[in-house]
């Protein structure tokens, strides 16, 4: 077991089959929806859902307001800046992985339900962006509402067990949309240490993102034992989904409330190489985090009840401590130099 998340970028990449789970006529194939969720959720923590009812046509309509958006001048986009606070907003090249010590080769859009009015586009800068992203939050929360099912049937809990902790009509639900841009690297090379996105987890509950056709890149490396710890396995597998399939993947807050079971893996989206496409690269995640005032807490291992508010709280503190860490690190390998 490799536990150093920042060595992620020696590990070979290999083929690898997920799990695909069919959402259709659920209330009669609840069971067997279950059983397949347990198991993708005890392995890879990674899997496809189709027939989930989000149709096709709305999935490219959300990813042209995306395009449509990220195509403003910046001067625009900064009318909205991140408030971190919020955990909402527009930002660029900003975001640094304690796998890297560098920033992504991103920039990203991020919206929640409730407490942003001012970080919404305008109807004048982007026509029709808040209503088509509301529009497909409701959908994405339809869809994760009968995940979230399946995954408190498949622990042992009460069917509701997760949706209560994910009331989108509280005022602390942490729900978010986030469109990204990976921008065009036509005919670049980077350093090893470059992606477009930096081997990491997600803190939430259960992330469903959508991709287009041919924009491929992200990899998951299964292998993570404890949801405290950087921890990963040995082997990078790529995520390449058919369109109008959504990826989803669970989050440390749910690999906690199942006292590890479940399984929160490392992901990343590779930078391609010459001779791959370099292009510009668009996908949309909704992260379901539980309310902030809901506790999370497990039967065996993780005892301590704290509020997701708290967990959030110590995610970011364990990720800024890896960080300053990787930096240490390498201002002494530079100083040996």
């Not at 989000?54 to 900064?78: C, G, H, T, Y």
């Not at 109807?123 to 929360?141: N, V």
Request: proline fraction near 5%.
């Amino acid at each position: 077991m490799i536990t150093a998340a920042a060595s992620s970028a020696a590990i070979p990449t290999l083929s690898r089959n997920f799990t695909c789970i069919d959402l259709s006529d659920f209330d009669n194939r609840r069971d067997e929806i279950v059983a397949d969720l347990m198991q993708a959720s005890t392995g890879d923590g990674f899997f496809y859902v189709i027939n989930h009812g989000i149709p096709i046509e709305d999935i490219r309509s959300m990813f042209q307001a995306s395009v449509d958006f990220f195509a403003l001048p910046d001067d625009i986009k900064s009318k909205y800046p991140m408030d971190i606070s919020r955990n909402a907003g527009w930002e660029k090249l900003a975001q640094i992985r304690p796998s890297t010590g560098v920033a992504d080769l991103k920039e990203s859009a991020q919206f929640s339900f409730h407490g942003i009015e001012d970080l919404w586009p305008t109807e004048q800068d982007a026509p029709d962006f808040r209503t088509r992203s509301e529009t497909f939050m409701i959908q994405c929360h339809e869809v994760s509402v009968k995940l979230l099912t399946c995954l408190a049937l498949g622990l042992g809990f009460q069917e509701d067990f997760f949706t209560r902790c994910h009331d989108i009509t509280q005022p602390d639900i942490l729900n978010t949309l986030r469109c990204l841009h990976y921008h065009d690297i036509t005919g670049q090379t980077f350093p090893d240490c470059y992606w477009r996105a930096g081997a990491h987890t997600d803190f939430d509950t259960l992330t469903l993102l959508f991709q287009r056709p041919g924009e491929n890149g992200l990899e998951v490396c299964p292998g993570r034992e404890a949801s405290t710890e950087f921890g990963h396995g040995d082997k990078w597998a790529p995520v390449s989904p058919k369109e109008g399939e959504i990826v989803c993947n669970l989050g440390d807050m749910i690999m906690r409330w199942s006292d590890d079971k479940f399984k929160s893996n490392f992901h990343r989206v590779r930078a391609p190489r010459v001779g791959e496409y370099q292009g510009p690269r668009y996908s949309i995640a909704y992260f379901n985090q539980a309310n902030r005032s809901a506790i999370i807490q497990g039967r065996d291992r993780y005892t301590e009840p704290i509020t997701a508010g708290e967990f959030l709280l110590r995610a970011v503190e364990r990720n800024y401590n890896a960080l300053k860490e990787l930096k240490e690190s390498q201002i002494k390998q530079e100083d040996k130099a």
